[in-house]
């Protein structure tokens, strides 16, 4: 589905060079879940950036399979998007899900979740009732985001990321902000339902309780990405 | 930007305080005609005898040696033309004429008072400082004319504005149109000048010998005995009159002063809303750091007194750079406040001293209280912030609690603007009504924010979610824009009422205008020849209106003649009349009259009411019936119109003729003028020239209305675009997730332009009922009161409409910059900040 080639990516501080990702490799297929680990600064959230087409390399590519997109007859290299071009990969092809909730409070549950859905104009009513029961906040519908915990919020989120049935998700650190037990809790309803839907799944986490519920862990160190 | 909202307010009050200090002045000094201690003054009364240097001579050979001649002329100034080939050509310098005064100087200097002359310097500066009353500006005035080579002398912002008008590097002296150099020019600061240029009589008439004799002043009281023996000597067409009374004058000025203020504190007042947006934008900016200075055990009062000491700070240097830039903005507008004054009031304005200490403590005082009072929302909000008080949304029951408070205080204010417009007749009592009538729109406003949105919600279709979901953002940002929302609310309102109040009275005067200029042409001429007899073999109908000033309930009121036949009967415009079909035959047997909504609005007088008035001939005491109240825009006068047929020529004067006839005929009466010495040009008037002469000085005299209209407006836009300031920072994570989920930067922008324009919407269609309401409150409180006229209010749709399209334009474009800048921002940016 996307094959990450020899990527690189640096930045300069006070005139000095620091390569953060360093000739990265990594092929995503179709239902994986992956986990990317390391230190603060180590570049997990920068990679997890660059497969949303929201950063580019220094140099290297990221292909798109073109069974994604029935408009390309061949791969695309999501590196070399014009700006329209991204939001159109954002939009149809990836779900995003963060370490802050960042669900809109002037509307409903509901309304946050069928808003990405509502945009690509993909509204498939069973699928949402299927992802709400999975993900177990049926009953918060109607409700506001400021009415629930923060593990439903986040719930609320995981919702919201795979609504529009994107085959890929990116999340970022999405129980950082959550207790041990609410975090156990989302990780796996994560995993689980990304692996119901057959949704690829890339998360960054530092916690490795909540890496290893993954089917691959990946620990970033020094530029090089290691599979542990 | 909280400097430049201070400055703004600060400019902008110092530049009304200085344009009413000058009027004020300008007023004052217009009562003691240039020449100190003046009781009396001696004019002509008739409009055939004019007063000549002979009667002065006359008398002053009988020993009246008080007396002192003033002689004026109204022309252009010009250049001598350096591009012309001929010597001789000149240029026109100035856009009006200019009042040239020649005083009798000799004669004055040799009163007791102006025998010890004092040396003057010719820098205005520095004869500013040694000049502390009027009366002594007057001396030193005329003792500088007095001696030495001819020179005329002028105010120094007079000079500056001429100076201006020259051509580029133009270095000639000013001459009179025939290219006679005028006399050195002198400037003198002092109110007193006006916007006149004063010189000695003898010059005067050397450069101007068509120039009449306008008065002799009476210098110093007259015993009883002398004033009956100048009574006795004074031939038939002169009249020995007190100095003017200052009753009128004052009541004017007072009026002006609180229509100016009033408009200015509107200013200030929308520009503090900018201020408490602007301090909560530092603050928002500074939060972090004062977070830190509490961790390291600073108190929540130092940092409080820190942060207000700053602003008292800002604020002084605020006032004292907006007190610099109001003094010149006052210069660049005292032109057209010259001429809207000159269009309103009939009344010469010059240029006032101001003190800039004096200007300074009161626009520091005002600005210092106001921008404390705006400051205190904001660090109250500061204050709970270090407090790190949990923002708790609030309770239903709150919520009901404070959509009562706001639709009670709805309630009190509406009925407290009642009650003032219904029973208060003082005119700062109605302006505090208009206030009230805006805060209580600003109330039904915010109570009716949420529910107004809400509908307009309903009608977004489902096809667009983004937008439904920006019109609830919108909701939400009306809860934290209110003051934002409430300072367009103010300025939408204010905009709407002033110009449907403009355009009613522009209406109301075309219609007037129309009405009643029925004649071909007017001619407007004072004195020998009498028309009437020139136009006697030309075929030509010639009406004269002749006038009197009577005096009526210790005023001076102007007895004009009206004509009776069938075309100025039709040409009548009535405010009110009787019901009686025999209204013209009763006006025209000498039975009622006509008066002026000034009049009857003065003298609080109703149609049917009986005034005891002179007859205009006899000038013995009747009784005439109110027949009619007629309209009569733009006269400061009480006036009361009587059938010609009742005045006597030889006791009235006439000013104006309305002449119907042929094109040919007309051309007769020309060449009679002409042979006669009267130059028909200037004098004889189309009635399309008179029309468009008169809705050129209407125009005119609204030019402050529509620029401050529009200050007020950008002002209230700049606090829009402070508030989005504010608050781009709460919706940046909402706008970061809508943009992450794949839609356009360019998307996003508009969607921000949206929510905001719809909140701007609302507040304008709130502000339409109100503005109409404001509208009609002016017309019919204020102008009432102040002006004592009152017209028809005209609500245009297409107005409302055009107000729509240039409020939201203005909003669009300050609003624009802030969303394109975070628009522009890269999405990843906005993803590390919110994360």
Same mark, same amino acid.
């Given at each position: 589905m996307l094959a990450l080639k020899n990527l690189q990516k640096s930045y300069t501080d006070a005139g000095e060079k620091h390569t953060i990702l360093n000739n990265i490799n990594l092929t995503i297929n179709a239902g994986d879940s992956i986990s990317i680990q390391g230190a603060s600064g180590s570049g997990k959230s920068t990679l997890l950036h660059l497969l949303a087409a929201l950063d580019k390399p220094d140099s290297g590519e990221i292909l798109l399979n073109s069974s994604l997109d029935e408009t390309q007859t061949e791969n695309q290299d999501i590196t070399q998007f014009t700006e329209r071009q991204a939001d159109q990969y954002r939009q149809f092809q990836v779900g995003l899900i963060f370490q802050k909730f960042n669900l809109i409070d002037c509307i409903t549950v509901m309304e946050n979740i069928m808003l990405p859905a509502k945009i690509t104009g993909k509204v498939e009513h069973e699928y949402i009732q299927e992802l709400l029961n999975a993900l177990g906040i049926k009953s918060h519908i109607n409700k506001l985001p400021n009415q629930l915990s923060g593990g439903e919020q986040q719930r609320v989120a995981i919702a919201r990321g795979l609504s529009h049935q994107p085959p890929l998700l990116l999340a970022d650190e999405? !129980? #950082?902000? =959550?207790?041990s037990k609410n975090s156990d809790l989302v990780s796996q309803l994560l995993v689980d339902t990304c692996k119901q839907l057959n949704t690829a799944l890339v998360m960054v986490t530092h916690s490795r309780k909540v890496a290893m519920l993954t089917q691959q862990q990946w620990y970033l160190d020094d530029g090089s990405l290691t599979r542990i | 930007m909280l400097m430049a909202s201070l400055i703004i307010a600060a400019a902008g009050l110092s530049a009304v305080l200085v344009i009413n200090s000058s009027a004020k002045q300008s007023y004052s000094s217009e009562q003691q005609f240039l020449v100190p201690n003046v009781t009396q003054t001696i004019t002509s009364n008739s409009s055939n005898l004019k007063l000549t240097k002979q009667d002065y001579s006359v008398l002053r050979v009988k020993g009246f040696s008080q007396l002192i001649a003033v002689a004026q002329t109204k022309q252009h100034i010009y250049t001598n033309?350096?591009? +012309? !080939?001929?010597? %001789?050509e000149t240029t026109k310098v100035t856009q009006r004429r200019i009042d040239f005064t020649g005083i009798d100087t000799f004669s004055l200097l040799s009163l007791p008072d102006f025998l010890n002359p004092v040396a003057l310097s010719e820098q205005s500066n520095v004869a500013a400082k040694t000049i502390s009353s009027a009366s002594d500006d007057s001396n030193q005035l005329i003792r500088q004319l007095g001696f030495g080579e001819p020179i005329a002398i002028l105010h120094p912002q007079l000079l500056e504005q001429l100076l201006g008008q020259l051509p580029d590097q133009q270095l000639e002296p000013f001459t009179t149109e025939a290219g006679t150099p005028l006399p050195k020019f002198n400037t003198f600061e002092s +109110?007193? =000048? #006006?916007?006149d240029i004063i010189m000695d009589i003898a010059d005067l008439y050397r450069l101007?010998?068509?120039?009449? =004799? %306008?008065m002799l002043l009476v210098v110093g009281e007259l015993s009883k005995a002398k004033q009956d023996r100048l009574q006795e000597s004074l031939p038939n067409h002169l009249q020995l009159t007190n100095a003017k009374g200052a009753e009128q004058d004052s009541e004017l000025t007072s009026s002006f002063h609180l229509n100016l203020m009033a408009m200015a504190l509107l200013m200030f007042v929308v520009c503090l809303f900018i201020v408490v947006n602007a301090v909560n934008l530092l603050l928002n900016s500074r939060l972090s750091w004062l977070k830190i200075c509490r961790q390291l055990g600073i108190s929540r009062l130092q940092l409080f007194v820190v942060q207000l000491l700053e602003i008292i700070l800002l604020t002084l240097l605020a006032s004292f750079i907006g007190v610099v830039l109001g003094i010149e903005l006052a210069k660049l507008a005292s032109p057209t406040v010259q001429a809207t004054l000159e269009n309103l009031y009939s009344v010469e304005v010059g240029f006032g001293k101001v003190s800039i200490i004096g200007l300074l403590i009161q626009v520091s005082g005002i600005s210092l209280v106001g921008s404390i009072c705006a400051t205190f929302i904001p660090l109250n909000k500061l204050n709970h912030q270090l407090a790190q008080t949990k923002d708790v949304p609030l309770s239903l029951v709150q919520q009901r609690f404070w959509k009562r408070i706001i639709w009670l205080s709805f309630v009190v204010f509406a009925a407290a603007a009642y009650i003032i417009l219904n029973h208060a007749q003082a005119l700062w009592l109605l302006l505090i009504a208009t206030a009230l009538v805006i805060l209580s729109g600003c109330s039904l406003l915010l109570a009716n924010y949420p529910g107004m949105l809400a509908l307009i919600q309903?009608?977004?279709?489902?096809?667009?979610p983004l937008l439904q979901v920006s019109s609830k953002q919108s909701l939400a940002l009306s809860g934290k824009t209110k003051i934002a929302c409430c300072a367009f609310f103010i300025a939408a309102t204010s905009n709407i009422g002033m110009n449907l109040m403009v355009d009613s009275f522009r209406g109301a005067t075309v219609g007037w205008l129309e009405q009643r200029l029925v004649a071909d042409y007017y001619i407007y001429h004072n004195g020998e020849p009498n028309l009437s007899d020139l136009a006697k073999d030309t075929g030509v109908n010639v009406k004269q209106r002749l006038e009197n000033t009577i005096p009526f309930q210790g005023k001076q009121v102007q007895q004009f003649s009206y004509p009776t036949g069938e075309l100025y009967q039709q040409a009548m415009a009535f405010y009110d009349k009787s019901k009686d079909e025999n209204l013209w035959s009763e006006f025209a047997l000498g039975k009622g009259v006509l008066v002026n909504q000034q009049f009857a609005f003065g003298f609080d007088y109703k149609i049917n009411d009986v005034v005891e008035l002179p007859h205009p001939a006899t000038g013995e005491i009747s009784s005439y019936k109110i027949l009619g109240i007629i309209y009569d825009f733009g006269s400061p006068y009480k006036q009361v119109l009587m059938p010609l047929e009742m005045f006597d020529l030889s006791k009235s004067t006439c000013c104006m003729y309305a002449v119907q006839g042929a094109e040919s005929n007309i051309d007769l009466l020309r060449e009679k003028m002409l042979t006669a010495g009267l130059d028909p040009e200037g004098k004889l008037l189309k009635t399309e020239e008179l029309l468009a002469i008169s809705m050129q000085a209407f125009d005119d005299t609204f030019i402050i209305t529509d620029g401050l209209n529009v200050v007020t407006l950008l002002v209230a836009a700049l606090s829009l675009a402070c508030a989005i300031i504010v608050l781009m920072n709460d919706v940046r994570p909402q706008n970061m997730l809508i943009r992450s989920m794949g839609v356009s930067a360019l998307k996003t922008q508009l969607l921000a332009l949206f929510q905001y324009l719809l909140l701007c919407f609302v507040a304008l269609i709130f502000a339409t009922p109100f503005g109409i309401l404001l509208s009609w409150v002016l017309i019919n409180d204020i102008n009432y009161q102040a002006f004592s006229w009152t017209y028809p209010l005209i609500i245009s749709p297409m107005k409302i409409l055009q107000i729509y399209a240039t409020s939201l334009l203005v909003v669009t474009v300050v609003i624009i910059i802030p969303i394109i800048r975070a628009g522009r921002r890269p999405l990843i940016e906005d993803i590390r900040w919110v994360n």
């Open positions: 999405p !129980t #950082g902000n =959550l207790d | 033309n350096q591009a +012309a !080939t001929q010597a %001789s +109110a007193a =000048l #006006g916007n101007y010998p068509n120039a009449e =004799l %306008s309903r009608f977004i279709p489902a096809r667009f």
